[in-house]
């Protein structure tokens, strides 16, 4: 930040049109800086180095360098909070912008255009705050280090029956979910016997895409859910924006949110349907997120018996969520995020 305590923000885009709306958007707030702008990823690298902003706006989309390889610079060399803004909201485009998040990335978002000006109050206060909240987070060189080999430690000794007596698995994460959310899917068995339903905070009409980018990287299959299916064995369902989901024995439910509710769908809502239903036969995990949303449905969840997870600090993007549930006494177990999927393989199917 500069003295005066702005936020200053670099902008990559090709597209000049793109570029000013943004800088339009954030120069709105007067705690906002844009401080530069870069047409292309080698642009936008060496104005990293050069300026040394708070945040990066990144498209995906771009010559001479694309954002993913600008982001795999950015965070090697100059690790600087990077945003995605991604016009591609399906197909193979919308992976790529969830490749770019597996690097390192915060989270992704849609890219104003400009049959949207009518509406550009309220998507530039959604971009404005999540550059906010995005600008505060300290990222780490090297992200792809995180996946080296760690050890979890236990908080507390799971009182409950023994292990393989779990058949539902109930997930939250927000920002740096999609990659946490690879890490511990992609690691489970293709014969993995339970179905798992996810609360994953992310913005509008990206659900679909990062469905298909998990499931391209999962031996289960990994779908977003919808109003009324009923949940299978080996199949992991991505709530939908917008609305709350809900586990009414082996159906999905989606409820409309609570009045002034932060963050849709709600982990702690997912929770607490799944604790009523389940109780002890369900095992939790709370991935990295900012906020503390889940912490209180993961308290609900472990005060019936049930196993609880939260990622521990050195894995997570932001260890916000994970260290909640922890203060509340709500995690069964710390662990890494490479070693969630044993422990649930363990709980679920009684594997060592």
Not at 32 to 43: C, F, N, R, S
Not at 174 to 195: H, I, K, M, Y
Not at 206 to 231: N, R, S, T
Not at 336 to 351: K, P, Q, T
Request: some cysteine.
């Amino acid at each position: 930040m500069t003295e005066s305590g702005k936020i200053r923000v670099l902008i990559a885009d090709d597209s000049l049109v793109a570029r000013e709306m943004l800088a339009q958007i954030l120069a709105s707030d007067e705690s906002i800086e844009v401080v530069g702008m870069a047409k292309d990823g080698k642009e936008a690298v060496e104005a990293v180095v050069r300026l040394r902003p708070d945040l990066v706006t990144m498209d995906i989309h771009m010559p001479v360098m694309d954002g993913l390889e600008a982001t795999e610079k950015i965070m090697a060399y100059t690790p600087t909070p990077i945003l995605v803004v991604s016009s591609s909201v399906y197909g193979e485009g919308m992976g790529r912008a969830f490749d770019a998040l597996a690097i390192g990335a915060l989270e992704v978002i849609k890219k104003p255009e400009p049959k949207e000006w009518a509406a550009l109050e309220s998507i530039g206060r959604d971009v404005i705050r999540r550059v906010k909240i995005l600008s505060r987070v300290r990222v780490i060189t090297h992200i792809k280090g995180r996946h080296s080999p760690a050890h979890g430690r236990d908080v507390v000794e799971r009182r409950g029956g023994p292990a393989g007596r779990v058949s539902l698995v109930a997930i939250g994460s927000s920002t740096g979910g999609p990659s946490a959310l690879l890490n511990v899917l992609g690691r489970l068995r293709a014969d993995f016997p339970t179905p798992v339903v996810i609360a994953q905070h992310i913005a509008d009409g990206f659900v679909p895409g990062l469905a298909g980018w998990l499931d391209a990287g999962c031996k289960i299959k990994v779908v977003a859910a919808e109003d009324g299916a009923q949940v299978e064995p080996g199949v992991a369902y991505l709530a939908a924006t917008g609305s709350n989901m809900e586990v009414d024995g082996r159906t999905v439910r989606f409820t409309q949110p609570k009045s002034g509710q932060l963050y849709v769908p709600s982990a702690d809502t997912l929770f607490e349907s799944v604790a009523r239903g389940y109780t002890r036969n369900a095992a939790g995990v709370l991935l990295t997120g900012m906020g503390a949303d889940g912490a209180k449905g993961l308290k609900t969840l472990y005060d019936r018996g049930a196993p609880t997870i939260a990622q521990d600090e050195e894995t997570s993007t932001v260890w916000g969520m994970p260290k909640a549930a922890i203060d509340i006494g709500a995690a069964g177990k710390v662990l890494a995020v490479h070693d969630i999927a044993e422990e649930l393989e363990r709980l679920v199917m009684g594997a060592v």
